[in-house]
């Protein structure tokens, strides 16, 4: 398809190759842009003074090792009421119908939410409808259970 479009490999617009590139092993980007989202990273994390690795904050290595074995996974589970994330929350599960048709009750308690949060004065935020490449992302945190209810689906 590229071929069709391009007439030499140098032709080729450096988003346009990366999307095409698989992913890397054990990896959600492919090899470019994995690359440039490190080299950002390091650039961050170096002009970051207050960043958690440098060793002015006075971090030894038994605390930075605790810190560094925390994932977002675990952070979720042990401040909310949410039992199992799984292990990346950065990849979506295999679910199964019944599991999608709680999600669908979710979607309908999180829309109910959105219009009864309106002007309340309890400890709950909602939000909806944020896009994430043609997909919608719904949520609702109740600071008061400790929950974080999230939906995601195709953006209707």
Known sequence: LLASQYNDIDDLDAYVGGLAESPIK?????ETFSELVERQYIRLR???RFHYEHTELGLDEDTLALVRERTLS???EEHTN?????????VAQTVSTEQLCSLEKQEEEINRQ????????????????????????????NEDEGTIRMYLGAKT
């Open 74 to 76: 675990n952070m979720v």
């Open 26 to 30: 054990r990896g959600l980007l492919p």
């Open 114 to 141: 959105d219009d009864c949060d309106k002007g309340n004065d309890t400890n709950t935020f909602a939000k909806s409808a944020v896009p994430i490449f043609g997909m919608e992302v719904k949520w609702t945190v």
């Open 46 to 48: 170096a002009a970051d």
């Open 82 to 90: 949410i039992e199992r994330t799984g292990a990346d929350m950065w």
